[in-house]
């Protein structure tokens, strides 16, 4: 083994340490009364902050006539809606949540934001039993 990528694998350890870790204290941190409330206070202040700044991008791709990056985000999720349940996306109020059915074997739901990750859910719900294929 060369001393490059001995190097290279210590920072992965040291990851798998720190977040072992850090999920020991966010255990604790999660039985808190006054978890649910602050986690509250901050999704909403990322909120806020992110609505000012889509507002600052409308205004200027309103000024230099170019989409803002949020405006092509919600025309590509639309159309890749449309790609896939062309009916359900035509619908007045289409659904907030979106799924696709296909294929054979285990199921398996991947889940978008950053609050519900994997390795905040209680073990019995989470089997580290399967690989994903890229």
Known sequence: ??????????????????????????????????????????????MVL????RAQERLVGTLTRHRSAHERRVEQEQEDRRALDARRAARRRPPAVWWHESGRGAPIVLVNGWTASGLLWPARFVSMSFTLAA
Do not use: F, I, K
């Open 50 to 53: 992110n609505g000012q700044r």
């Open 1 to 46: 083994m060369s001393a490059g990528s001995a190097g290279r694998a210590a920072p992965v350890h040291l990851a798998d340490l720190v977040t072992r870790a850090a999920l020991g204290h966010l255990d604790t941190l999660a039985r808190s009364p006054l978890y649910a409330p602050a986690l509250t206070a901050l999704l909403e202040t990322e």
